[in-house]
């Protein structure tokens, strides 16, 4: 079982940054792949960055949507229990409350396939 607690989010003008957290309790966390999703209101959930369990020899492996591709930067702390989505240059179309998920396994970047979800946190950006 894994609980997970997002936190970071506020509102910030465009062109900004703001770096979010997912903390999660359990001991095999390291052994999750863990993804960040938004919603804005009146649109769908969507995928926007995942990493996958640290390999010991090569690390984690990293995905992004495209339309974060470059600005957007996740990265795990596993002795810490935690993932980071670092956002930069923030445009108002990101505005959305930001979900980080877990799952057993690989990466996946439909919602459907994790497992465990924070409550969310929400991101605002004004133009």
């Known amino acids: 079982q894994v609980q997970l607690v997002e936190s970071g989010g506020g509102l910030v003008q465009a062109g900004g940054s703001l770096r979010l957290s997912c903390a999660a309790s359990g001991r095999t966390f390291s052994r999750y792949a863990v993804g960040w999703f938004r919603q804005a209101p009146g649109k769908e959930r969507e995928f926007v960055a995942a990493i996958s369990w640290a390999i010991v020899w090569s690390g984690s492996s990293t995905y992004y949507a495209d339309s974060v591709k470059g600005r957007f930067t996740i990265s795990r702390d596993n002795a810490k229990n935690a993932v980071y989505l670092q956002m930069n240059s923030l445009k108002p179309e990101d505005t959305a409350v930001y979900y980080c998920?877990?799952?057993?396994?690989?990466?996946?970047?439909?919602?459907?396939?994790?497992?465990?979800w924070g409550q969310g946190t929400q991101v605002t950006v004004s133009s």
């Open positions: 998920a877990g799952r057993g396994g690989k990466t996946a970047v439909d919602d459907a396939e994790y497992d465990y």
